[in-house]
């Protein structure tokens, strides 16, 4: 009995010992902790939120001396949520702050600019993209300064002075009222924390340059004998305009340079639209056109001018849309005849000779400058919105003739054979864009002349008809990527796109 006894003692000793044992071991009173979530994945629990907010600020003198600033903050995709617990490991934060610096970034106290809308509207690009971007600045007066002196870049300071202070702007007899200036995208300035791995911007300039530039930069040109503006500018696949806004020091395309000097280059790409509207009133010289006699008594190779031509002059009252520097839409209100035209009259002789091999006889396809004043002019209208060469980096083949109005009249620049007329799905090799209407003319002498963007239904041509200069061929519209009503008049020696040569238009007037 005594022996039992003794057995049932030590057994009882032996229980209470490992009781004792299992409450060193499993903590039955609960803790108050931290789980440390990151990405959605949980990476274990701390004792305190503020430790570890206060070990990553500490460590992170690196990021503090690079932007300046007095506190780094945690990743934005950190979670830390309050738990109660019993007997989880708990780590410790120089654990847990090692995984996070592995796996992420630190932030620091930041602006996010949002710009969202069309960029990219001009017509000699002749495309529209909807983009969204987002910009990072410390300080908000570095967006707005950046964004003034962009502004400033496109729109003159006369002009942004006259708008900004609300000055009394009147017409007298020519002029213009400034109506509208303003940023044409949605914009959008969120204060947050920003992954110090971003580009953030620190200066004024540096944000203006690329909201000028986007990712491009400028660049240094040393100008060689024999440069121009207009040659340095156009061989960089820049307009005379771009070279003059980056090279503010030339007051216009005729300065001279001088070899040896330094200038700027690149390619703009504003990453916003900057868009200014004016009612303008200007004096606008109408063209003569070229009448032909024939005279029975004269040989073929003979002429005559019987009555010089005349150009005219108009008044014109129109509304006038530019969207960073460069004109998208012309819309005409008004027209007043100021002086008439008198059209020029030409007598040509038509007398054959006997013998072949006259005067009268054409030349070939060799031709790659066109003859002035044989050309007739393809609108109604003579304002040219969009000149021939380089602009945003993309050669604009033509001109864009503005201002007549949807449907108005398109004429045969000189008789010919119609090559092409059609509306193409996809554009034509040219960028005119999808469903663009256009027509094309062989002039046989070497010459081919392109009328895109047509209104539907407002080409009056078909292939293989023989048109004679001056013929309404077709109506102005804005099909395919156009901005506005325009029509895009190309000029080139070989067919065009497949072995020709776009040439400037204006060189036929």
Known sequence: MKKIKRISIFLLVICLSVVSLGAKK?????????????????????????????????????????YKVDKVYAPDNLHIQKEITYNEKIYS?????????????????GYVITIKGIKGT????????????????????????????????????????????NK?????????????????????????????NEKIFLTTDE???????????????????????????????MSTDEFLLINPTFKNASALLYEGENVKIGILNPQFNIVQENEEVSLEEKKYSTETKYDNSQY?????????????????????????????????????????????????????????GGPGSSGGYGNIVPTAGDWGWP?????????????????HDG??????????NIFAAQSGTVVASQKKPGGYPGGYGDNGEYIIIDHHNGFFTIYAHLCPGCRYVQKGDNVSKGQVIGGMGHTGAATGTHLHFGFWSGFPYYGGRSLNPMSAY
């Open 300 to 356: 073929v190779g003979y002429s005559h001018v019987e009555q010089q031509g005349v150009n005219g002059v108009n008044k014109v009252t129109q509304k006038i849309r530019r969207i960073n520097g460069e004109t998208t839409n012309i819309v005409t209100t008004k027209t007043e005849e100021v002086k008439p035209v008198t059209n020029e009259i030409v007598v040509k002789g038509q007398k054959q000779r006997s013998s072949g």
């Open 399 to 408: 001109v864009d003739i503005a201002g007549c109005g949807y449907g108005s």
């Open 93 to 109: 934060i120089k654990d847990i702050y090692s995984m996070i610096e592995d796996k992420s970034n630190f932030t620091i106290r």
């Open 207 to 237: 944000l203006a340059k690329y909201l000028l530039f986007g990712k491009s930069s400028e660049q240094e040109y040393i100008v060689k004998s024999g440069d121009t503006i207009e040659t340095v500018a156009y061989n960089n696949k």
């Open 122 to 165: 001009s017509s000699t690009v002749e495309k529209e993209e909807q983009k969204t971007q987002k910009i990072y600045v410390l300080d908000k007066k570095v967006f707005t300064e950046a964004v003034d002196k962009t502004v400033r870049a496109f729109i003159s300071n006369e002009d942004y002075t006259i708008y900004s202070e």
């Open 26 to 66: 499993f903590n039955t009173v609960p803790q108050e902790v931290y789980r440390v979530y990151l990405g959605g994945q949980p990476l274990g629990l701390i004792k305190s939120k503020e430790a570890l907010e206060k070990y990553i600020d500490l460590r992170q003198e690196e990021i503090k001396k690079k």
């Open 168 to 196: 009394k702007q009147e017409i007298v007899d020519t002029g213009k009222i400034i109506e509208k200036i303003y940023i044409e995208n949605e914009i959008k300035i969120k204060k947050q924390n920003i992954s110090a």
């Open 379 to 395: 609108a109604s209208c003579s304002s040219v919105s969009s000149g021939y060469g380089y602009r945003w980096g993309f050669l």
